[in-house]
């Protein structure tokens, strides 16, 4: 089992930058491919970024790749999303997720693909 926390939103001007942390607890984090999703208001939850294998393979939605960074940290347990150049497009709930690993980087850009999720942290974007 893991629990994840996500924590760092807030509201941030267009063209600021902040830092998402997702804090995991349980000993097997490091074999958990991570995830970041988001939902905005009215809309469905959509891909942003994932990580995974042992030389930390990413994958980035389109509409965010050059701005936002994923990474981790498996001594802290933790993933990061660094979001620069932030566009109001960018509001939403961001989520942290864990899915069993799988080399089909494809397979991480579906939510149904994870197991684990956390509880969501609200980043808006003012124009």
């Known amino acids: 089992q893991v629990q994840l926390v996500e924590s760092g939103g807030g509201l941030v001007q267009a063209g600021g930058s902040l830092r998402l942390s997702c804090a995991a607890s349980?000993?097997?984090?490091?074999?958990?491919?991570m995830g970041w999703f988001r939902q905005a208001p009215g809309k469905e939850r959509e891909f942003v970024a994932a990580i995974w294998s042992s030389v930390g393979n990413t994958n980035y939605a389109d509409s965010v790749k050059g701005r936002f960074t994923i990474s981790r940290d498996n001594v802290k347990n933790t993933v990061y999303l660094q979001m620069n150049a932030l566009k109001p497009e960018d509001t939403a709930v961001y989520y942290c997720a864990g899915a069993v690993q799988s080399s089909d980087s494809f397979y991480y850009a579906r939510a149904a693909s994870y197991n684990y999720w956390g509880q969501g942290t609200q980043v808006t974007v003012s124009s």
């Open positions: 349980g000993r097997t984090f490091r074999t958990y491919a």
